[in-house]
């Protein structure tokens, strides 16, 4: 499997992350600690998960998966912030729950450091000095290696670099946010800023909720028990005409490949300027080697700038008049 670089932090990732949102939850034990186990053997080091991910049992099979010396040789990441009880001071990017929540996650993850650790979303009640400042503490305690952020806007992003510069602290890192070929919002500018500033990005949601490998189609109703069917609104992506026209010329590239949609649409996002290592997500190991045959080919240009075309969307102002100029742009 191909490496990337995780930022500027010298640690080298692989280019397909294991996201864990479906363990305990989706997949049971065995098939979980199955599924990290196929994919170190696919050559994958890369593994994300969160505390709220089936309010820690995620966390707890990951631990378990990593055990007996696999730990060393692999880059961890997690992330916190959301509430996992009905405790009313439970939750937030402030020192009380941070500092409580790192600690929580070692102990689930049966580790001594979590490589990158992630604020799962802003926190509009804390000052993001405070966050910055405890990202810092943790670093310094070797209880985190890096402090990244998921889902954070671009001037958020401007103001982490600001503060970590004004007083020393340890940089952020890295971006998690959701892209792929049904949401491409990010590269109006948040993704040329994390190139700029040497950020990782880290996708998710790479196939829409599901959408982009072809198995939902308009005026159907998804199955309860698929993410779509779920009807997650951060992952869901709607069933209309113009997901379909993508979905569609997915579909054909795959079928001149002989590939999957979901490996045409991931190989495209692994070629996107700025991508570091897209978050795949499986609920049995057939999904995961699907995915994993994503990686290791490219799709030639035409097809590439082909879906380029086939998913963009008007661009609000002033971004349509920048087009209009000539400024940068990646789409």
Not at 9 to 27: D, K, P, Q, W
Not at 97 to 110: C, I, K, M, P, Q
Not at 171 to 195: H, K, M, T
Not at 224 to 235: C, E, N, Y
Request: glycine fraction near 10%.
């Amino acid at each position: 499997m191909e490496f990337r670089p995780l930022g500027r932090t010298g640690i080298r990732v692989s280019a397909l992350c294991l996201g864990t949102m479906t363990f305990g939850n989706e997949a049971d034990e065995a098939t979980s600690i199955n599924l990290v186990d196929r994919y170190r053997d696919a050559g994958g080091n890369f593994i994300d998960t969160a505390d709220i991910y089936s309010v820690g049992v995620s966390e707890e099979i990951v631990g378990k998966a990593l055990a007996g010396g696999k730990r060393d040789r692999v880059v961890l990441a997690t992330k916190g912030r959301m509430s996992l009880t009905d405790d009313v001071n439970d939750g937030g990017a402030g020192r009380r729950h941070l500092t409580r929540a790192v600690e929580a996650s070692l102990r689930r993850l049966g580790t001594d450091w979590i490589d990158l650790y992630q604020i799962h979303w802003p926190d509009p009640l804390v000052p993001l000095e405070e966050t910055l400042a405890t990202l810092d503490d943790l670093v310094r305690a070797g209880k985190i290696r890096h402090g990244g952020v998921s889902n954070f806007l671009g001037s958020h992003l401007q103001r982490c670099v600001d503060l970590c510069e004004r007083y020393g602290w340890a940089p952020i890192v890295s971006l998690q946010p959701q892209y792929s070929l049904l949401c491409r919002e990010i590269e109006l500018e948040i993704l040329p800023w994390c190139a700029e500033h040497g950020l990782a990005v880290l996708p998710w949601s790479p196939l829409g909720g599901g959408v982009l490998s072809g198995k939902y189609r308009a005026g159907t109703d998804p199955d309860p028990g698929t993410r779509l069917g779920a009807s997650t609104p951060q992952v869901s992506r709607p069933l209309d005409e113009h997901n379909m026209q993508v979905v569609d010329a997915v579909i054909e590239i795959a079928n001149e490949l002989g590939r999957t949609p979901s490996q045409v649409a991931l190989n495209w996002l692994l070629q996107r300027p700025g991508v570091t290592s897209p978050i795949i997500g499986a609920r049995n190991v057939a999904q995961l080697e699907d995915n994993l045959l994503a990686e290791g080919w490219q799709l030639d240009p035409a097809q590439v700038d082909g879906l380029v075309r086939k998913s963009r969307r008007p661009l609000p102002y002033p971004h349509d008049v920048y087009r209009m100029l000539g400024i940068r742009s990646y789409r």
